[in-house]
Nanobody, 116 residues
Framework: QVQLVESGGGLVQPGGSLRLSCAAS????????MGWYRQAPGKERELVAT???????NYADSAKGRFTISRDFAKNTVHLQMNSLKPEDTAVYYC??????????WGQGTLVTVSS
């Protein structure tokens, strides 16, 4: 069983940056996948970025070139560095973890608002 605590959301102007963090309660080294979804008002939840066990990283087309996902094994934390933020990036961002034989675990969500 794992718990995820998210932080780093907030209000930022277009073109600005935020760094989201997702701290896990257990070691993340062997997690099958970790990443971030987001859900904007009235929209379906969409995958933003994911990193899988072998180190492969995938980004949504809208995030590619602007967002970077990374892991800090020492701190059992995954980060999402978001640069060149746009108003359409406004959403609640949810960290997730997949482990073999275990249902997906979700963070509580952190709100990102991109506005002038």
């Amino acid at each position: 069983q794992v718990q995820l605590v998210e932080s780093g959301g907030g209000l930022v102007q277009p073109g600005g940056s935020l760094r989201l963090s997702c701290a896990a309660s257990i070691r993340i080294f062997s997690f099958k996948a970790m990443g971030w979804y987001r859900q904007a008002p009235g929209k379906e939840r969409e995958l933003v970025a994911t990193i899988i066990a072998g180190g492969l990283i995938n980004y949504a087309d809208s995030a590619k070139g602007r967002f970077t996902i990374s892991r800090d094994f020492a701190k059992n934390t995954v980060h999402l560095q978001m640069n060149s933020l746009k108003p359409e990036d406004t959403a609640v961002y949810y960290c997730y973890v997949d482990r073999a034989g275990t249902p997906t675990t979700w963070g509580q969500g952190t709100l990102v608002t991109v506005s002038s």
